[in-house]
């Protein structure tokens, strides 16, 4: 646990310990700290559900909630997949200070994973049909530039074409893209964009300026 841990986020670790000893070694709780998104994880339970530990970074969705600001509503119920390609039923519930701002989330994640391989067995019994539900992978790591290089690839991997025939116009686009699911709060995701685009990182820097300019 972290020495500097916020004293209200530190009030709930009883209740992160107390969720995950209920529902057991497949439920891992995770306490963040949603001003360091580099090292978020300040206390976390059941680790081995995503492999992290302390000081792992937020998430890409993590990421996202923070760049956009989603912290009206509370994500409950969503699915993950893990790289290894186990399931978990995610959610994330926010935390605020006594002055009403969010200061970090509490993430508990489930792996369904066997009850997903009997839900199917027994469809197949019953002659039914599997429920269809939207596969949203997660990239859970130790490390800040995994999520970097994850995000990077998947907007990059949408475009359809190598990077040596992007315009202009498509280049703003992938940036747009990538600083919509806050990866610029992460440290030197612009010069590794940049980097990625073939262009400068004052590129880059002129192509938010553009973007932000536009939204505000």
Do not use: W
């Not at 500097?4 to 009030?11: A, G």
């Amino acid at each position: 646990m972290s020495k500097n841990i916020h004293p209200v986020l530190k009030n709930m670790i009883p209740i992160i310990q107390g969720i995950a000893k209920t529902f057991g070694r497949n439920c891992e709780v995770v306490l963040q700290d949603l001003s360091n998104p580099q090292k978020s994880v300040v206390a976390i339970v059941n680790g081995h559900v995503t492999g992290r530990d302390i000081g792992s970074p937020l998430t890409e969705r993590g990421l996202k909630a923070v760049r956009n600001k989603e912290y009206e509503t509370d994500l409950i119920k969503y699915k993950t997949v893990t790289s290894d390609g186990r399931t978990l039923k995610s959610s994330t519930i926010f935390i605020k200070d006594e002055k009403d701002k969010v200061i970090g989330c509490m993430c508990i994640n489930y792996d369904i994973t066997e009850f997903v391989v009997a839900k199917k067995v027994i469809n197949e019994m019953v002659e039914t049909l599997e429920d269809s539900i939207e596969r949203e992978e997660e990239t859970y790591s130790n490390n800040i530039n995994d999520i970097l290089y994850t995000l990077v690839d998947k907007v990059l991997g949408s475009q359809g074409k190598p990077i040596a025939y992007l315009n202009k116009e498509e280049k703003v686009n992938i940036v747009k893209q990538l600083d919509e699911k806050g990866t610029f709060l992460i440290k030197g995701a612009v010069e590794y964009v940049a980097e990625v685009l073939c262009v400068s990182r004052f590129t880059v820097y002129n192509y938010l300026d553009e973007i932000r300019s536009e939204n505000y």
